[in-house]
């Protein structure tokens, strides 16, 4: 049975308190951003998705950061051609709070994600800044069905306030120019 | 299969089957997407000579080309020796098609080239047999650069088809200050487990929105308008709250026209100087400078205050012109469709203005979108809801009795949430089920 609702469910705001620091010792800002904290920023944030704390995850951003998944391999940029998900800020922050919404009906039931990140590369590095490079392999299931994303993302991290941020994140599916059916997990 | 397929439509009702018999979906394919005109393509996405683009008409591949002379042909693509598909990719530029298999070469036209081999056939084989060749579709028209394509022989002429809804692609022109319009910024490509019939039912549908957008509604009014932007999504932004305006403003304030052969519009939804607020937004202030630079003041007003929302033209296309958009159809099986959107840019308006288009559809139309993502959700649950004979015959009755005749030989709802609409395009579902053209179905017997 369905649980009875509210006409007008309340849907939290997305906090825009500071990043969830990192299990174990926040590490300090001046210290380089070497491969070994790349990698475990990328296994968190891979946790938080898989956990569904989108809150968390946006709040892993910059209050200028975007993220974007092209509809094209080497698609050049998110304003001339369309994309599976281009958010700045603002509609990032939009799609998160929707994801909180109990009348979100292409979230009832809700997707459960499993996701494994590896192959990180640091592609270059500024030492309190990175631009960095992993695969990932996203396993969404919902309604018995299973569904397998696989990819490649870039994330630029930079430092602020003795964590880590995204700057942004750009996500290419090997199957970004597929038919696919609607997406509603951030990848 | 008995033959008259009004048996599958009451007053207001329709039967469930349509949507779910595998048998009625094959003779869909023959009747519909061979019997009508179907929309193909525009032709800029064809511009060169040997310009190729590759799609479906209806399960057919098919493919649009511009030959030696410029002039737009549309042929199967498919080889006449054994039947492989010859073109692989979505599109190109190519002096001639050749198949993988034993190498039999096309003129862009589809006439045979060249046969490797060509011997030992039977007497009667002739390469230079017209009818030896990757054949063309029967008719190819197009509408001021939407082209359109029928397997049947004769019949209406692809204008007396359209019918009034030439207007709405006239729309979509009349929005370009140099008069032009070009495909660009990608395709969408979606998917979802349902018949193509609840698509086009879903896209003119006033009712649904404040209800299945619940979430896109409620997370774009609660959005704070000072976090960061890089102007991406405004337009967006905005429509999305405004899908959440009460029944009433559906009811008195929106409307909802169909046309003879299925077609129809949503109108007055989508008011430019209110939500785009014209007069704050630089962007769009530029535009209708342009506009009125090339086309005066008085026809600058008269094209804005042309307001329409989707116009679907049955069987396989839709139109959005006041975001450039079109999104068209492609029935896979019975119940598996895949919907392509497309973007258009205006010749002559500012680049910003198409920016904001590709921003629209990705939030709007695209596949990961905080709307339509919604919608394929209810596609799919109709699906699995009409495979239960629970309930048989469903109800498209809403405004049934209130509708009111059309100056121009259609029907338009007293006001947006009638299903004026639905009950039309299903009127020119039996018309060319029964074997006709797009009138004579249903609701025309009804009404004499
Ligand atoms: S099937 Fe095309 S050449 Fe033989
Ligand atoms: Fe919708």
Known sequence: MAKKRTPRPKIAAPSRRRVTPLRGRAPRAEQALDIHRCEQFVQHEARLLDEAKFDDWLALFTLDGWYWVPSEPDQANPHDTVSLMYDD???????????????????????????????V????????????????????????????????????????????????????????DAALDGLTQPF | ????????????????????????????????????????????????????????????????????????????????HRGAMVVATDKGNAPEFTCCYHGWTYHLDGRIKGVPLNHGYPADFDAKNPKVAMNPVKRVKSYRGFVFATEAADGPDLEESLG??????????????????????GVFKHGYDANWKVYFENLCDAAHPLFVHRSSIEASQAQSDDAHSDGTGEIAVRQMRQNGAPYSFWESQVGIWTYPNGHSYLGDYHDDSKLVAALKDPVFREYIAALEKKKGKEETKRILEVRRWNSNVYPNVSLMSQFQQLRVVHPISVNRTVVYTYNFKLKGAPEQMFRNTVAFANIVNGTGSLVLTDDLEIYNR????????????????????????EAHGGRKGVNSTSEV???????????YMNGGHGQGGALAKAAS
């Open chain 2, 421 to 431: 609409y639905i009950r039309n395009m299903l009127d020119a579902w039996v018309g």
């Open chain 2, 1 to 80: 299969m008995s033959k008259d397929f009004s048996r599958f439509l009451k007053p207001g009702r329709v039967h469930r089957q349509i949507y779910t018999d595998p048998a009625i979906f094959e003779l869909e394919m023959t009747n519909i997407f061979g019997g009508a005109w179907v929309f193909i393509g525009h032709e800029s996405q064809i511009k060169k000579p040997g310009d190729y683009f590759a799609t479906q008409m209806g399960r057919r591949p098919i493919l649009m080309v511009r030959d030696e002379e410029g002039r737009v042909r549309v042929i199967h693509n498919q080889c006449a």
């Open chain 2, 382 to 405: 109709i699906d699995m809801g009409l495979s239960s004979d629970g309930a048989e015959w469903l109800q498209i009755g809403r405004g049934y009795q209130s509708d009111q005749p």
């Open chain 1, 89 to 119: 800020r603002r509609l990032l922050e939009t799609r998160i709070r929707r994801l909180a919404s109990p009348r979100m009906y292409s979230q009832e039931p809700r997707s459960r994600t499993s996701r494994m990140v590896g192959n």
């Open chain 1, 121 to 176: 590369t640091i592609e270059d590095s500024e030492g309190r800044a990175a631009t960095i490079r992993s695969k990932f392999i996203m396993i969404e299931y919902r309604r018995d069905q299973q569904r397998l994303f696989t990819g490649t993302a870039w994330h630029r991290l930079v430092q602020i306030d003795g964590g880590i941020r995204i700057a942004w994140k750009r996500v290419d599916l090997v199957n970004c």
């Open chain 2, 164 to 185: 009034y809804m030439t207007t709405s692609f006239d729309d979509l022109l009349d929005r370009a200050p140099d008069g032009e319009i070009e495909v660009a910024g």
